[in-house]
């Protein structure tokens, strides 16, 4: 939880994003060529879009003049009121957008010397494009005000275990179970009541669980389901976080277990979950531990991994 407005509230980028004052005008309004250009040959034209070719060819010699001839009614205007009616978005204020895309329009007629009607006729595209660009700047502002609450030297994060999840009777009955003959011993709900995996009983994420269940340290444990509303979820900038088990030790300790396979041990989705789960740890002042299990790490299989956690 963070304390927004002298509240405290759950951690969740959208409610960060409520109290987040934010503009386009902060954001740069130039497309490269990169991004998107036109260029015309003799029968046809090409609109490029980050290397991919889009090529139209004129069905008459008329259409191929409009790309660099003014037409009647075509003006800048004309165009920054097209796109923003394709670009209508809740959470940018239309003033905010018609001014934003009047200099996009601006720098695509001035300085990159696009015609007018050229643009018109590639309008479609050119909205695909801007749609595209406006959703890596809301991403950028999430991800910022999400760091900003939860990780910089000013952030308060607070946690309690009074409220969330829990291990109850009846949990996750409503999902798909695991039907193999492996049967789990300390599972939470069951040996026959366990979610499906993701992979069969030869997959990492399996073994992983079965390594789990041997440790004697283990009260029990929950094969946790994402996206349910009863799952054990952290806050990530762009969505949440579901560990792949949450297990409760004997001593009361929480612990959450994240599989990653080799090829996903590494990456920015990983070290986003790697931050918020560390963070977790250190915000539960020793009543809950966070690991993410490799195959092998330094040598160590995945159940020395969690048994390292557990009694370090």
């Known amino acids: 939880m963070v304390p927004l407005q002298a509240e405290l509230l759950l951690a969740e980028t959208d409610l960060f994003m409520e109290d987040h004052d934010w503009s386009l005008s902060n954001h740069s309004p130039q497309l490269s060529p990169q991004e998107f250009s036109v260029a015309q040959t003799a029968n046809t034209f090409e609109i490029d879009l980050d290397g991919k070719v ?3 060819q004129f069905s008459d010699h008329s259409s191929q003049l409009l790309l660099d001839i003014p037409v009647e009614g075509w003006t800048e ?29 601006a720098y695509l007629t001035g300085p990159r010397s696009i015609a007018l009607s050229a643009l018109m006729q590639c309008k479609y595209p050119l909205a695909r494009r801007l749609k595209d660009r406006l959703s890596r700047i809301r991403k950028a502002e999430r991800t910022s005000v999400y760091q900003r609450n939860l990780f910089a ?14 291990f109850r009777d009846g949990l996750f009955a409503d999902t798909r179970k695991y039907q193999g003959s492996y049967k789990f011993i300390h599972h939470f709900t069951g040996w ?3 979610p499906a995996f993701d992979g069969d ?17 283990v009260k029990h444990w929950v094969r946790n389901v994402s996206q349910h509303r009863d799952a ?21 300790r929480i612990m959450l ?10 990456g920015e989705e990983t070290d986003e979950k790697r931050a918020i789960g560390q963070l977790w740890e250190q915000l539960s002042k020793g009543s809950g531990l966070f690991v993410i299990a490799e195959k092998s790490v330094n040598g160590k299989d ?7 956690k557990v009694e370090p």
């Open 77 to 105: 205007q004309t165009l920054v009121l097209f796109l923003d009616k394709q670009l209508r978005d809740a959470s940018i204020g239309q003033s905010d957008r018609i001014a934003w895309l009047t200099k996009v329009v």
């Open 192 to 194: 026959d009541q366990v």
């Open 54 to 56: 889009l090529t139209i």
């Open 302 to 308: 995945v159940r020395t991994q969690m048994l390292d």
């Open 257 to 266: 277990v994240e599989y990653k396979g080799a090829h996903l041990a590494t």
């Open 232 to 252: 054990f979820w952290l806050p990530r900038a762009e969505m949440r976080f579901y560990p792949d088990f949450v297990a409760e030790l004997k001593d009361e």
């Open 201 to 217: 009983e030869k997959g990492e994420e399996f073994k992983c669980a079965q390594a789990l269940d041997s440790l004697p340290q």
């Open 153 to 166: 030297a000013e952030a308060k994060p607070e946690l309690s275990f009074d409220h969330g999840f829990r």
